[in-house]
T-cell receptor
Framework: GAVVSQHPSRVICKSGTSVKIECRSL??????MFWYRQFPKQSLMLMAT?????????EQGVEKDKFLINHASLTLSTLTVTSAHPEDSSFYIC??????????FGPGTRLLVL | DQQVKQNSPSLSVQEGRISILNCDYT??????FLWYKKYPAEGPTFLIS?????DKNEDGRFTVFLNKSAKHLSLHIVPSQPGDSAVYFC???????????????FGTGTRLQVTL
């Protein structure tokens, strides 16, 4: 299957700071990238859909000003958690795909906000 | 509103036997279904998928069955191996949506433990 990477794999930050997470498709060009969040023992919840060169589409209840998404190229999307708070602590996972193809997931980023 | 449900949070199966993981959905617009395997602190790994025009898809030890009238799908793993121990998520999408990639709706997962 296709390879998707995320960086960093783990991050610990102080409350009020911003954290940037990168998602890269390494061996294919992804027209669309998705960002998910998973709390312990729960399902993956879609946060937003990101298409290269256009604004991200956010799911209901997800604050677009708090979770900034930039999809600058066909191989890179970034998620910035602005003014992070302890309740933002979670496991963030991206996936990448092209039209009609399977979503391939990155390894995830564990964020801990102190 | 949980559109994709996995009612069994956990399943224990002996090595060599068949593992059957179940998934139900409510949205009749879903026409493409996938199974992912996930280890703790890792991203999901794609296992197998099925389109709604089929009722069965097989790949090695993994077979997915789809019953559209019952809105039910299942993943069969045979023979089960200890390395299969993980959390399995089913996911669904309306695959073709205006030419854009479709978002997935995930179930809550089933933790499979394959014992020796």
């Amino acid at each position: 299957g296709a390879v998707v990477s995320q960086h960093p794999s783990r991050v610990i930050c102080k409350s009020g700071t911003s954290v940037k997470i990168e998602c890269r498709s390494l061996d294919f060009q992804a027209t669309t990238m998705f960002w998910y969040r998973q709390f312990p023992k729960q399902s993956l919840m879609l946060m937003a859909t990101s298409n290269e060169g256009s604004k991200a589409t956010y799911e209901q209840g997800v604050e677009k000003d708090k979770f900034l998404i930039n999809h600058a190229s066909l191989t890179l999307s970034t998620l910035t958690v602005t003014s992070a708070h302890p309740e933002d602590s979670s496991f963030y996972i991206c996936s990448a795909t092209t039209v009609g193809e399977t979503q391939y997931f990155g390894p995830g980023t564990r964020l801990l906000v102190l | 509103d949980q559109q994709v449900k996995q009612n069994s949070p956990s399943l224990s199966v002996q090595e060599g036997r068949i593992s059957i993981l179940n998934c139900d959905y409510t949205n009749s617009m879903f026409d493409y279904f996938l199974w992912y395997k996930k280890y703790p602190a890792e991203g999901p790994t794609f296992l197998i998928s099925i389109s709604s025009i089929k009722d069965k898809n097989e790949d090695g030890r993994f077979t997915v069955f789809l019953n559209k009238s019952a809105k039910h799908l299942s993943l069969h793993i045979v023979p089960s191996q200890p390395g299969d121990s993980a959390v399995y998520f089913c996911a669904a999408s309306a695959k073709w949506s205006g030419g854009t990639a479709s978002k997935l709706t995930f179930g809550t997962g089933t933790r499979l433990q394959v014992t020796l």
